[in-house]
């Protein structure tokens, strides 16, 4: 994941907003993502947003892509207790290559 | 629906030993990817199955080898286990179709001691 950052650490009042960033490096990168890991678990993908988009929004959660920066961020409204986890950001960069290169990682900690 | 099952859930084994992991992808998935996740870190590629054929190789040694089934199902095998391959080995399948929704199994936690 050396090609995709992301802070170590969030932590985020219950009921506020979180926004994790993180950057990439490859502008040919095709789709990207954000996934969730709960303890012990494997990921679940949240959601995800192709490279000629901007934003997209589903329920509380946001991803605004930045493609000038190569800067990613998730939104999530409304932060709950369920929402302590590690968040993923990973990019696609070969059309038709499944391979994802993911970040380190971002621990969102909620403080009740 | 299933989604992606991957046997067995943990596993200890000794330096230099053989070790199978197994994925079952999503029902009418037919590609399946394998990625090492290292504690503390993000997953890293190992390999793309689709339709039986490698697809895609990540940065991993002779060591690792994987095989796609008829089914679609698949085999990630590692040989002479060394301390470093303790991991979170994680499969994730995906719809042709729909290629850009990878969805991952729970994991296979594996120990080297």
Known sequence: ?112 | DAGVTQSPTHLIKTRGQHVTLRCSPISGHKSVSWYQQVLGQGPQFIFQYYEKEERGRGNFPDRFSARQFPNYSSELNVNALLLGDSALYLCASSDWALFYEQYFGPGTRLTVT
Request: aromatic share 10%.
């Open chain 1, 1 to 112: 994941g050396e090609d995709v950052e992301q802070s170590l650490f969030l932590s985020v009042r219950e009921g506020d907003s979180s926004v994790i960033n993180c950057t990439y490096t490859d502008s040919s990168s095709t789709y990207l993502y954000w996934y969730k890991q709960e303890p012990g678990a494997g990921l679940q993908l949240l959601t995800y947003i192709f490279s000629n988009m901007d934003m997209k929004q589903d329920q509380r959660l946001t991803v605004l892509l930045n493609k000038k920066d190569k800067h990613l961020s998730l939104r999530i409204a409304d932060t709950q207790t369920g929402d302590s986890a590690i968040y993923f950001c990973a990019e696609r960069r070969d059309f038709g290559n499944e391979k994802l290169t993911f970040g380190t990682g971002t621990r969102l900690t909620i403080i009740p």
